[in-house]
């Protein structure tokens, strides 16, 4: 078995190699998918390190290992979701705290903070999280938790994370940031401050639309044992399979994110030349009003994009109903492109609330398919779009 300290190494290799040694039994170069859900102890409370599968797995082990190593972190814990995950963290506060939270954080945040954790005691209250005085006016003496994530969802706002881990920890609050959109090969979190990172591993980690998990990494080992225990008290883990499948995902996770972050580059700008459209929000365009912040703690600027049409909602839903290479879908971060509208969709649990989207807002998921073909069907598209709607620009 190898005794490599895979942690000393660069992070393409850390990412195929990390927590992921040959199987000892069998040699297998691959990490095993270990189908079980209960594991034969040598005597009574004596075992190998596992006893039954809802508390660990060496599959899920072995995703654990590789999150954290990915991450810098001294710990990593995988769930059945990013929701999950989420809930999981939620578990710190008591009735009486306060979270403080994006007003531009993903549907499924702002529904599980505002539609259940509320319903138990816990105060929030959305926040401009890219304008520090604002954050610094959020806070209160209860604040517990500042959630964060850059780039956002779904207007791509870059959060500087050290300068709100500066105002969170000076209140006694802990930092989490939602490090989906990036993924750890083009930001890593707890190196500028934060407390937990946490991903929905559906996303760039996995890469390949076939698997639905999510993923928890910090370096405090007192709330990695509560974290830990909660998570095991109340169910949320990933099926080993699902485990392997992450694994595998990130085997390719820096190739995949240069190949997204160079088509998502050159989508918008095409995409900013174009009459039809209105505004784009990619954080690697010059224009960007966080791009100088995003170059300073992202390595690249990841797959998405969004953008607002002129002519409503009508040339938006116009849009994401012409593309063909893009796929009419909700999530992101395959390696296939999708298109969606946020405002009827991944964020229809906002509308009407201070988190809401524009109605002409379109989001892409830029695959890593060729770029000449991603152009040719954003061009046919808009095309469509203005012959339908005789849009005037």
Request: net charge negative; aromatic share 8%.
């Amino acid at each position: 078995m190898s005794t490599h300290d895979w942690n000393t190494s660069h992070f393409e290799t850390r990412a195929i190699h990390a927590g992921q040694d040959p199987d000892p039994s069998t040699g297998a170069i691959i990490t095993p998918i270990f189908q079980t859900s209960t594991f034969v102890q040598e005597a009574v409370g004596e075992h190998k390190g596992y006893d039954y599968a809802r508390s660990d797995n060496p599959t899920r082990t072995a995703l654990q290992t590789a999150l954290a190593s990915l991450e810098g972190g001294a710990w990593g814990l995988s769930h059945a979701s990013g929701l999950a995950a989420a809930q999981n963290l939620f578990y710190l506060v008591r009735p009486g705290d306060h979270v403080l939270l994006s007003n531009d954080a993903y549907g499924g945040t702002y529904r599980l903070v505002a539609k259940v954790i509320a319903n138990y005691g816990i105060e929030f209250d959305l926040v401009e999280m890219s304008d520090l005085v604002s954050v610094r006016a959020g806070i209160k003496p209860n604040t517990k938790l500042v959630w964060v994530e850059t780039p956002t969802n779904p207007y791509l706002k870059i959060v500087d994370i050290a300068g709100v881990a500066e105002i969170a920890h000076d209140a006694g609050a802990k930092l989490v940031v939602d490090n989906t959109f990036a993924s750890p090969y083009l930001q890593q979190p707890l190196a500028h401050g934060a407390d937990f990172v946490l991903h929905s591993a559906t996303k760039y980690l996995g890469g390949h639309s076939d698997v639905i998990g999510g993923a928890l990494i910090g370096n405090d080992e007192e709330t990695y044992a509560t974290l830990k225990f909660m998570q095991n008290a109340a169910g949320a883990v990933p099926a080993p399979f699902d485990s392997w499948l992450i694994l595998r995902g990130l085997k390719t996770l820096g190739v995949r994110m240069d190949r997204h972050s160079a088509n998502a580059r050159a989508v918008a700008e095409y995409l900013e030349r174009q009459d039809l459209v209105d505004q784009v929000f990619y954080p690697g365009l010059t224009s960007h009003p966080g791009h100088d912040v995003a170059a300073r703690q992202m390595s690249d600027f990841s797959g998405m994009v969004s953008f607002t049409t002129r002519g409503g909602f009508e040339s938006a839903k116009a849009f994401v109903e012409s593309t063909t290479v893009f796929q009419l879908a909700e999530s992101l971060g395959g390696v296939e492109s999708l298109v969606e509208h946020p405002g009827q969709m991944t964020h229809l649990s906002v509308a009407g609330t201070g988190a809401a989207v524009a109605d002409n807002l379109v989001r892409l998921s830029v695959g890593i398919e060729h770029i000449d073909d991603l152009l040719g069907d954003i061009e046919a598209a808009l095309a469509a779009v203005s012959q339908k709607l005789s849009v005037r620009v």
